[in-house]
Protein backbone atom coordinates (compact mmCIF):
# COMPACT_ATOMS: atom_id res chain seq x y z
CA UNK A 1 0.00 0.00 0.00
CA UNK A 2 1.48 3.60 -0.69
CA UNK A 3 2.30 5.27 2.39
CA UNK A 4 2.10 8.91 0.41
CA UNK A 5 0.57 11.05 2.93
CA UNK A 6 -2.98 12.22 2.47
CA UNK A 7 -3.52 15.70 3.88
CA UNK A 8 -7.30 17.07 4.99
CA UNK A 9 -7.30 20.23 2.17
CA UNK A 10 -5.62 21.07 -0.64
CA UNK A 11 -6.49 24.62 -2.09
CA UNK A 12 -7.47 24.29 -5.64
CA UNK A 13 -5.31 25.96 -8.66
CA UNK A 14 -7.54 27.68 -11.94
CA UNK A 15 -5.72 27.63 -15.03
CA UNK A 16 -5.92 31.57 -15.51
CA UNK A 17 -4.67 32.43 -11.74
CA UNK A 18 -1.55 33.41 -12.89
CA UNK A 19 -2.44 35.29 -16.37
CA UNK A 20 -4.49 37.42 -14.57
CA UNK A 21 -2.14 38.49 -12.22
CA UNK A 22 0.37 39.01 -14.78
CA UNK A 23 -2.56 41.55 -15.91
CA UNK A 24 -2.60 43.26 -12.51
CA UNK A 25 0.98 43.55 -11.87
CA UNK A 26 1.28 44.71 -15.54
CA UNK A 27 -0.93 47.67 -14.93
CA UNK A 28 -1.80 50.83 -12.98
CA UNK A 29 -4.20 49.44 -10.79
CA UNK A 30 -3.15 46.64 -8.11
CA UNK A 31 -5.91 48.41 -5.36
CA UNK A 32 -9.41 47.24 -4.81
CA UNK A 33 -12.48 47.88 -7.49
CA UNK A 34 -10.55 47.63 -10.65
CA UNK A 35 -11.48 45.17 -13.45
CA UNK A 36 -11.51 41.71 -11.80
CA UNK A 37 -13.23 43.17 -8.42
CA UNK A 38 -16.00 43.80 -11.03
CA UNK A 39 -15.79 40.71 -12.91
CA UNK A 40 -15.41 38.50 -9.95
CA UNK A 41 -18.19 40.13 -8.04
CA UNK A 42 -20.58 39.89 -11.57
CA UNK A 43 -20.10 35.87 -10.92
CA UNK A 44 -20.60 35.46 -7.78
CA UNK A 45 -23.86 37.42 -7.95
CA UNK A 46 -24.83 35.19 -10.83
CA UNK A 47 -23.92 31.75 -8.52
CA UNK A 48 -26.04 33.24 -5.20
CA UNK A 49 -28.73 35.26 -7.18
CA UNK A 50 -27.71 38.15 -4.68
CA UNK A 51 -28.92 41.29 -5.77
CA UNK A 52 -25.78 43.30 -4.71
CA UNK A 53 -22.13 41.83 -3.42
CA UNK A 54 -19.57 43.27 -2.28
CA UNK A 55 -16.23 41.64 -2.20
CA UNK A 56 -14.24 41.91 1.12
CA UNK A 57 -10.42 41.06 2.57
CA UNK A 58 -12.31 37.99 5.14
CA UNK A 59 -15.44 36.26 5.74
CA UNK A 60 -14.29 37.91 9.24
CA UNK A 61 -14.74 41.25 7.71
CA UNK A 62 -17.85 40.88 5.97
CA UNK A 63 -19.18 39.75 9.42
CA UNK A 64 -17.66 42.89 10.82
CA UNK A 65 -19.29 45.04 8.09
CA UNK A 66 -22.85 43.34 8.80
CA UNK A 67 -22.83 44.29 12.56
CA UNK A 68 -21.83 47.93 11.59
CA UNK A 69 -24.46 47.99 9.39
CA UNK A 70 -27.17 46.84 12.22
CA UNK A 71 -25.58 49.48 14.63
CA UNK A 72 -24.97 46.58 16.91
CA UNK A 73 -24.16 47.87 20.45
CA UNK A 74 -23.88 47.59 24.00
CA UNK A 75 -27.31 47.27 24.84
CA UNK A 76 -27.93 44.60 22.06
CA UNK A 77 -27.52 40.57 22.47
CA UNK A 78 -27.14 38.40 19.17
CA UNK A 79 -27.68 35.12 19.47
CA UNK A 80 -24.84 32.82 18.14
CA UNK A 81 -24.63 28.99 17.63
CA UNK A 82 -22.23 27.81 20.14
CA UNK A 83 -20.62 25.52 17.45
CA UNK A 84 -19.37 27.63 14.85
CA UNK A 85 -16.01 29.47 14.25
CA UNK A 86 -14.42 32.45 16.19
CA UNK A 87 -15.24 34.55 13.75
CA UNK A 88 -18.87 34.31 13.82
CA UNK A 89 -18.96 35.90 17.59
CA UNK A 90 -16.15 38.39 17.72
CA UNK A 91 -17.20 40.28 14.93
CA UNK A 92 -20.47 40.80 16.98
CA UNK A 93 -18.26 41.34 20.07
CA UNK A 94 -16.26 43.67 18.30
CA UNK A 95 -19.30 46.17 18.36
CA UNK A 96 -19.55 45.78 22.42
CA UNK A 97 -22.77 43.46 21.57
CA UNK A 98 -23.47 40.49 24.04
CA UNK A 99 -23.08 36.92 22.05
CA UNK A 100 -26.05 34.65 23.50
CA UNK A 101 -24.71 31.33 22.54
CA UNK A 102 -27.37 28.64 21.90
CA UNK A 103 -27.39 24.72 21.36
CA UNK A 104 -27.36 22.85 18.22
CA UNK A 105 -29.10 20.04 16.33
CA UNK A 106 -26.78 17.26 16.85
CA UNK A 107 -27.51 15.56 13.59
CA UNK A 108 -26.39 18.34 11.17
CA UNK A 109 -24.51 21.02 13.75
CA UNK A 110 -26.77 23.61 12.94
CA UNK A 111 -28.21 25.96 14.88
CA UNK A 112 -31.27 24.96 17.26
CA UNK A 113 -34.59 26.81 16.69
CA UNK A 114 -35.84 25.72 19.51
CA UNK A 115 -32.88 26.89 21.61
CA UNK A 116 -33.27 30.49 19.48
CA UNK A 117 -36.79 30.30 20.36
CA UNK A 118 -36.14 30.46 24.05
CA UNK A 119 -33.06 32.90 24.15
CA UNK A 120 -34.85 35.73 22.87
CA UNK A 121 -35.08 38.59 24.88
CA UNK A 122 -35.91 42.43 24.41
CA UNK A 123 -32.24 42.96 23.87
CA UNK A 124 -32.12 40.64 20.60
CA UNK A 125 -31.17 42.32 17.53
CA UNK A 126 -29.94 39.91 15.43
CA UNK A 127 -29.34 35.82 14.70
CA UNK A 128 -26.33 34.32 13.27
CA UNK A 129 -27.05 31.15 11.58
CA UNK A 130 -24.12 28.70 9.84
CA UNK A 131 -24.74 26.84 7.29
CA UNK A 132 -22.65 23.70 8.64
CA UNK A 133 -20.38 21.58 5.56
CA UNK A 134 -22.73 23.66 3.59
CA UNK A 135 -25.99 22.22 4.25
CA UNK A 136 -28.89 24.75 5.37
CA UNK A 137 -29.98 25.43 8.65
CA UNK A 138 -33.81 24.64 8.86
CA UNK A 139 -34.58 28.31 7.71
CA UNK A 140 -38.41 27.83 7.92
CA UNK A 141 -38.51 28.17 11.85
CA UNK A 142 -35.65 30.55 12.09
CA UNK A 143 -37.19 32.62 9.30
CA UNK A 144 -40.55 32.80 11.34
CA UNK A 145 -39.00 33.26 14.81
CA UNK A 146 -36.75 36.95 13.22
CA UNK A 147 -39.67 38.02 11.48
CA UNK A 148 -41.86 37.79 14.28
CA UNK A 149 -39.26 39.59 16.91
CA UNK A 150 -38.46 41.85 14.02
CA UNK A 151 -34.80 40.95 14.60
CA UNK A 152 -32.22 40.56 11.65
CA UNK A 153 -30.53 37.37 10.46
CA UNK A 154 -26.83 37.09 9.15
CA UNK A 155 -26.28 34.17 7.64
CA UNK A 156 -22.96 32.54 7.67
CA UNK A 157 -22.45 31.13 4.33
CA UNK A 158 -18.68 30.76 4.67
CA UNK A 159 -19.42 27.07 3.95
CA UNK A 160 -22.46 27.07 1.54
CA UNK A 161 -21.45 28.91 -1.77
CA UNK A 162 -24.00 27.33 -4.50
CA UNK A 163 -26.10 25.41 -1.93
CA UNK A 164 -29.39 25.96 -1.40
CA UNK A 165 -32.65 25.68 0.77
CA UNK A 166 -36.02 24.92 -0.99
CA UNK A 167 -34.62 26.35 -4.25
CA UNK A 168 -33.37 29.83 -2.13
CA UNK A 169 -29.97 29.99 -2.24
CA UNK A 170 -28.14 30.19 0.70
CA UNK A 171 -26.63 33.79 1.55
CA UNK A 172 -29.65 35.39 0.41
CA UNK A 173 -32.75 34.60 2.49
CA UNK A 174 -31.73 36.17 6.07
CA UNK A 175 -31.12 40.26 6.23
CA UNK A 176 -27.73 39.82 5.07
CA UNK A 177 -24.77 36.70 3.80
CA UNK A 178 -21.60 36.45 3.73
CA UNK A 179 -18.82 34.04 2.19
CA UNK A 180 -15.16 33.10 2.33
CA UNK A 181 -12.46 32.68 0.06
CA UNK A 182 -10.10 30.98 2.26
CA UNK A 183 -7.67 28.79 0.76
CA UNK A 184 -9.86 25.90 3.01
CA UNK A 185 -12.75 27.14 0.66
CA UNK A 186 -14.37 25.39 -2.39
CA UNK A 187 -13.29 28.74 -4.29
CA UNK A 188 -10.68 30.73 -2.52
CA UNK A 189 -8.02 33.81 -2.95
CA UNK A 190 -6.19 32.79 -0.30
CA UNK A 191 -7.55 35.31 1.89
CA UNK A 192 -11.14 36.80 1.22
CA UNK A 193 -15.21 37.31 1.51
CA UNK A 194 -18.06 38.45 0.30
CA UNK A 195 -20.71 40.33 2.09
CA UNK A 196 -24.53 39.76 -0.13
CA UNK A 197 -27.19 41.81 0.50
CA UNK A 198 -30.61 42.95 -1.11
CA UNK A 199 -31.29 45.91 0.70
CA UNK A 200 -30.86 49.05 -1.42
CA UNK A 201 -30.52 51.29 1.55
CA UNK A 202 -28.25 48.69 3.36
CA UNK A 203 -25.96 48.24 0.23
CA UNK A 204 -25.34 52.24 -0.17
CA UNK A 205 -24.42 52.25 3.37
CA UNK A 206 -22.29 49.04 3.09
CA UNK A 207 -20.29 50.35 0.13
CA UNK A 208 -19.03 53.48 1.95
CA UNK A 209 -18.47 51.78 5.24
CA UNK A 210 -16.31 48.95 3.12
CA UNK A 211 -14.01 52.02 1.67
CA UNK A 212 -13.14 53.39 4.87
CA UNK A 213 -15.98 55.45 5.77
CA UNK A 214 -16.06 57.45 2.54
CA UNK A 215 -17.73 57.59 -0.83
CA UNK A 216 -15.02 56.74 -3.51
CA UNK A 217 -16.95 54.06 -5.40
CA UNK A 218 -19.53 56.45 -6.39
CA UNK A 219 -16.59 58.94 -7.34
CA UNK A 220 -15.10 56.39 -9.08
CA UNK A 221 -18.17 55.85 -10.96
CA UNK A 222 -18.32 59.46 -12.05
CA UNK A 223 -21.23 60.15 -9.64
CA UNK A 224 -19.73 62.84 -7.48
CA UNK A 225 -16.54 64.87 -8.52
CA UNK A 226 -14.65 63.70 -5.35
CA UNK A 227 -14.93 61.89 -1.96
CA UNK A 228 -14.95 62.30 1.45
CA UNK A 229 -15.44 61.21 4.81
CA UNK A 230 -19.56 59.88 5.00
CA UNK A 231 -19.85 57.43 7.54
CA UNK A 232 -17.78 54.80 9.85
CA UNK A 233 -16.32 52.59 8.43
CA UNK A 234 -12.73 50.38 7.93
CA UNK A 235 -10.81 48.89 5.05
CA UNK A 236 -12.39 46.27 4.24
CA UNK A 237 -11.60 46.42 0.56
CA UNK A 238 -9.24 43.49 -1.14
CA UNK A 239 -6.77 43.93 -3.67
CA UNK A 240 -7.28 43.39 -7.20
CA UNK A 241 -4.22 40.32 -6.81
CA UNK A 242 -7.01 39.24 -4.46
CA UNK A 243 -9.89 39.60 -7.04
CA UNK A 244 -7.78 38.04 -9.60
CA UNK A 245 -7.23 35.28 -8.42
CA UNK A 246 -10.89 34.61 -7.14
CA UNK A 247 -12.26 35.91 -11.08
CA UNK A 248 -9.88 32.73 -12.21
CA UNK A 249 -11.67 30.65 -9.11
CA UNK A 250 -15.02 31.46 -10.24
CA UNK A 251 -14.51 30.70 -13.41
CA UNK A 252 -14.06 26.98 -12.76
CA UNK A 253 -16.90 26.93 -10.18
CA UNK A 254 -18.78 24.48 -11.60
CA UNK A 255 -15.38 21.80 -12.46
CA UNK A 256 -14.34 22.53 -8.75
CA UNK A 257 -17.71 21.39 -7.10
CA UNK A 258 -17.77 18.31 -10.09
CA UNK A 259 -15.12 17.28 -8.47
CA UNK A 260 -16.15 17.69 -4.78
CA UNK A 261 -19.03 15.71 -5.42
CA UNK A 262 -16.95 13.16 -6.73
CA UNK A 263 -15.23 12.46 -4.09
CA UNK A 264 -18.18 13.54 -1.35
CA UNK A 265 -20.23 10.91 -3.32
CA UNK A 266 -17.55 8.37 -2.87
CA UNK A 267 -17.59 8.37 0.87
CA UNK A 268 -21.55 8.96 1.22
CA UNK A 269 -21.74 5.34 -1.04
CA UNK A 270 -19.09 3.60 0.47
CA UNK A 271 -19.37 4.37 4.02
CA UNK A 272 -22.77 3.27 5.46
CA UNK A 273 -22.51 -0.43 5.84
CA UNK A 274 -19.19 0.66 8.44
CA UNK A 275 -21.14 3.08 9.90
CA UNK A 276 -24.07 0.72 10.50
CA UNK A 277 -21.76 -1.66 12.09
CA UNK A 278 -19.48 0.61 14.57
CA UNK A 279 -22.66 2.93 15.61
CA UNK A 280 -21.19 6.08 14.32
CA UNK A 281 -23.20 8.62 12.36
CA UNK A 282 -22.18 10.01 8.44
CA UNK A 283 -23.07 13.47 7.92
CA UNK A 284 -26.41 13.82 5.52
CA UNK A 285 -28.84 15.84 3.46
CA UNK A 286 -32.52 16.61 4.30
CA UNK A 287 -34.25 16.49 0.80
CA UNK A 288 -35.29 20.18 0.41
CA UNK A 289 -31.60 21.40 0.23
CA UNK A 290 -28.95 21.29 -1.73
CA UNK A 291 -25.37 20.99 -0.57
CA UNK A 292 -21.99 21.98 -1.53
CA UNK A 293 -19.61 18.81 -0.73
CA UNK A 294 -17.28 21.58 1.04
CA UNK A 295 -17.06 18.91 3.96
CA UNK A 296 -17.67 15.18 4.59
CA UNK A 297 -17.92 14.71 8.31
CA UNK A 298 -18.51 11.75 10.64
CA UNK A 299 -19.87 11.32 14.26
CA UNK A 300 -18.22 8.31 16.57
CA UNK A 301 -20.22 7.13 19.24
CA UNK A 302 -17.55 8.45 21.97
CA UNK A 303 -14.30 11.23 22.20
CA UNK A 304 -12.81 8.18 22.55
CA UNK A 305 -13.58 6.31 19.46
CA UNK A 306 -13.29 9.21 17.70
CA UNK A 307 -9.40 9.99 18.85
CA UNK A 308 -8.71 6.46 17.90
CA UNK A 309 -10.21 6.97 14.09
CA UNK A 310 -7.57 9.96 14.04
CA UNK A 311 -4.78 8.15 15.64
CA UNK A 312 -5.39 5.25 13.24
CA UNK A 313 -5.85 7.43 10.21
CA UNK A 314 -2.43 9.16 11.09
CA UNK A 315 -0.64 5.95 11.17
CA UNK A 316 -1.39 5.22 7.67
CA UNK A 317 -0.64 8.41 6.38
CA UNK A 318 -4.14 9.94 6.57
CA UNK A 319 -4.71 13.81 7.75
CA UNK A 320 -8.52 13.58 9.30
CA UNK A 321 -9.11 16.40 11.89
CA UNK A 322 -11.88 17.37 14.26
CA UNK A 323 -13.56 20.82 14.29
CA UNK A 324 -14.68 24.15 16.64
CA UNK A 325 -14.29 24.11 20.01
CA UNK A 326 -17.33 25.53 21.42
CA UNK A 327 -17.61 29.01 21.80
CA UNK A 328 -19.62 29.09 25.13
CA UNK A 329 -17.18 27.17 26.84
CA UNK A 330 -14.00 29.22 25.27
CA UNK A 331 -12.21 31.61 27.42
CA UNK A 332 -13.29 34.36 24.99
CA UNK A 333 -16.94 32.66 25.19
CA UNK A 334 -16.72 33.47 28.92
CA UNK A 335 -15.77 36.77 29.38
CA UNK A 336 -17.86 38.45 25.86
CA UNK A 337 -20.99 35.91 26.06
CA UNK A 338 -23.34 34.68 27.78
CA UNK A 339 -24.75 31.14 27.69
CA UNK A 340 -29.14 30.60 29.24
CA UNK A 341 -28.65 26.53 29.27
CA UNK A 342 -25.72 24.69 29.13
CA UNK A 343 -24.55 23.84 25.34
CA UNK A 344 -24.38 20.16 25.64
CA UNK A 345 -25.38 18.65 22.41
CA UNK A 346 -22.90 21.45 20.86
CA UNK A 347 -20.41 19.87 23.29
CA UNK A 348 -20.76 16.12 22.47
CA UNK A 349 -20.81 17.27 18.29
CA UNK A 350 -17.70 18.52 18.75
CA UNK A 351 -16.01 15.86 20.72
CA UNK A 352 -16.64 12.93 18.49
CA UNK A 353 -16.87 14.74 14.73
CA UNK A 354 -14.29 13.91 12.89
CA UNK A 355 -13.75 15.19 9.15
CA UNK A 356 -12.28 13.22 5.96
CA UNK A 357 -9.94 14.46 3.48
CA UNK A 358 -11.79 16.23 0.41
CA UNK A 359 -10.32 18.12 -1.98
CA UNK A 360 -10.83 18.05 -6.15
CA UNK A 361 -7.30 16.71 -7.10
CA UNK A 362 -7.91 13.43 -4.57
CA UNK A 363 -7.36 10.59 -6.32
CA UNK A 364 -9.34 7.93 -6.47
CA UNK A 365 -6.60 5.36 -5.55
CA UNK A 366 -6.19 7.79 -2.48
CA UNK A 367 -9.41 7.99 -2.07
CA UNK A 368 -9.18 4.07 -1.93
CA UNK A 369 -7.07 4.54 0.86
CA UNK A 370 -9.13 6.43 3.14
CA UNK A 371 -11.77 4.15 2.50
CA UNK A 372 -10.14 0.72 3.00
CA UNK A 373 -8.55 2.77 6.23
CA UNK A 374 -11.75 4.02 8.01
CA UNK A 375 -13.25 0.43 7.23
CA UNK A 376 -10.92 -1.09 8.98
CA UNK A 377 -11.58 0.70 12.22
CA UNK A 378 -14.03 -0.56 14.74
CA UNK A 379 -14.92 1.19 17.83
Excluded at 82 to 93: E, G, H, I, L
Excluded at 162 to 175: A, D, F, N, Q, Y
Amino acid sequence: MSTERIIFSRPFRASRELANLETVLGSDHSHGDGAFTASATAKLKDITGAPHALLTTSCTHALELAALLLELGPDDEVIVPSFAFTSAATSMALRGATCVFVDIDEASGNIDPESVAAAITDRTKAVVVMHYGGVAADMEQLLALTEQHGIALIEDNAHGLGGSWRGRKLGTIGTLGTQSFHDTKNVHCGEGGALLLSDEILMGRAEIMREKGTNRARFLRGQVDKYSWQDIGSSYLPSELNAAVLDAQLDEFDAIQEQRFRVWNTYAAQLPEWAERTGARLMAVPEDREHTAHMFFIQLPTEESRDGLIRHLAQQGIVAPFHYIPLDSSPAGLKYGRTPVPCTRSARFSATILRLPLWPMLTQAQLERVVEAISAYGC
